[in-house]
Every structure is written in structure tokens, then in C-alpha cells.
């Protein structure tokens, strides 16, 4: 009885502190809505895991100091861990992969954004109109895409696209 007693409470407390050190992902989107409230942004949720080579793309260019400040004035931007694989399965939100279906990402790949309003409804998504999720854009057409899915819900200057632009094509 002690044995089980023991086991039983060794898995109570690595799922507690598994839980504890990644926040769940409503946890995530609650806190990011609640800046974006108070900062009059949208969110830009980045689904995203730690094997991911275009995710890593993504977070670096949207962290260049030549579009940086564009980004983090117009968005509170979280990342939600998804599709990880055996010993980094704890990486993940958990939730996130619900969240990744319903905004439309199911089976197509990563990374994938949304961009929120401040309330939580979704105003945008990274697929094309073919369909196929921009990723990481890096291909002329998936450039364009971008840039036209951010000012459809951003006012942006000529000098801002035109960053922003030479920026992400430089992923190719």
C-alpha cells in the first residue's frame, strides 16, 4: 500500500510542476487579450515547437531591429508550443493544439499565426487564398500575403512595408 501511495504521489507532484512551469495555453491567451485591452493592440499568436527551423525564422525576424518596433507596437505576440515529440512533449501549452484546430491550422504545419482583436476573435490567419499556410514567409507571394493580412488590420506607413518586406524575404 505505501508503494502505491508513494508512486501515486510522485506523478501528483511532476504533473503539478510540469504544469507549473508551461502556463496551459488559455492561461497564455488570457493574459495576452488582457494586455492587448489595455494597450489598444491586436495579438499575434505564433504556434510554433522547438524542432521547428522556419518557427526559429519566424521569431527572429519578427525580433530584427528593423521591424521590432513595428511589431511590438501593434501586437502583444505569444507563442503557443505545439507538436512536440517524445521527452519534449512537455514543452507544449497544453490546449494549444485545441486552439491550433480551431483557428484553422489542423495539418498545416507550423509555424502558423493568428492575429487576434482585442476581444479574442479571430481576424486573420496564415493561410493564402490557395489555402496553404504562409509559414514563415520567406517566398515572394507569401511576402505579399503578409504584408496584406497585417495592413488589413493595421495601419502601416510605405517605410514600415518596405521593411518589413526586405526583412522576411531575406528568409529565403
Do not use: H
Not at 18 to 45: G, I, R, S, W, Y
Not at 60 to 66: G, M, V, Y
Not at 124 to 153: D, T
Amino acid at each position: 500500500m505505501l508503494k502505491v501511495v508513494l508512486f501515486v504521489s510522485y506523478w501528483f507532484i511532476v504533473l503539478t510542476v510540469q504544469a507549473q512551469n508551461v502556463p496551459v495555453a488559455e492561461k497564455v491567451l488570457q493574459e495576452a487579450l488582457q494586455n492587448a485591452q489595455k494597450d489598444k493592440k491586436k495579438v499575434l499568436v505564433i504556434f510554433e515547437a522547438s524542432w521547428c527551423g522556419w518557427c526559429k525564422k519566424m521569431q527572429k525576424a519578427l525580433n530584427d531591429e528593423c521591424c521590432k518596433d513595428f511589431f511590438q507596437k501593434n501586437f502583444v505576440i505569444v507563442s503557443l508550443v505545439v507538436n512536440e515529440f517524445g521527452e519534449k512533449k512537455s514543452l507544449e501549452n497544453a490546449g494549444g493544439e485545441a486552439y491550433l484546430e480551431k483557428w484553422g491550422g489542423k495539418n498545416q504545419g507550423i509555424p502558423y499565426w493568428v492575429i487576434l482583436d482585442k476581444k479574442g476573435n479571430l481576424l486573420e490567419n496564415s493561410k493564402m487564398g490557395n489555402g496553404e499556410n504562409i509559414g514563415c514567409p520567406a517566398q515572394p507571394e507569401e511576402v505579399e500575403a503578409f504584408i496584406e493580412k497585417l495592413k488589413k488590420n493595421i495601419k502601416m506607413s510605405k517605410k514600415e512595408i518596405a521593411k518589413i518586406r526586405e526583412r522576411f524575404l531575406a528568409n529565403r
